[in-house]
């Protein structure tokens, strides 16, 4: 039902700033609320953020907030992710996904659809 595809990865210097998006194809976009994960070489895939249907809400991880920002565009069916102020530690593959139903998810199991994810690499 619903495809996504993460793109604006790359290689970036710490301090610096990355805006990834997320494409979906499918029906119905609108109706899923987003999330953001992330997950390094030999880690676990951690949440980064969320944002309802309709984006009036949004929740983030301690690790991002005041530097990340989710925002999507139901017109043109894609969500992103404005990273800034990068720090090495924010390396890692980054992956959006797709949930069912309204509200703000933070766990893995709430997401239906994954998108392949997009590498994130902050040097020093």
């Known amino acids: 039902q619903v495809q996504l595809v993460e793109s604006g990865g790359g290689l970036v210097q710490a301090g610096g700033s990355l805006r990834l998006s997320c494409a979906a194809s499918?029906?119905?976009?609108?109706?899923?609320?987003m999330g953001w994960f992330r997950q390094a070489p030999g880690k676990e895939r951690d949440f980064v953020a969320a944002?309802?249907?309709?984006?009036?809400?949004?929740y983030y991880a301690d690790s991002v907030k005041g530097r990340f920002t989710v925002s999507r565009d139901n017109a043109k069916n894609t969500v992103y992710l404005q990273m800034n102020s990068l720090k090495p530690e924010d390396t890692a593959v980054y992956y959006c996904?797709?949930?069912?139903?309204?509200?703000?998810?933070?766990?893995?199991?709430?997401?239906?659809?994954w998108g392949q994810g997009t590498q994130v690499t902050v040097s020093t």
């Open positions: 944002i309802t249907w309709n984006g009036g809400s949004t």
């Open positions: 996904a797709a949930a069912a139903g309204y509200g703000l998810f933070s766990r893995r199991s709430d997401y239906m659809y």
């Open positions: 499918g029906r119905t976009f609108s109706t899923y609320s």
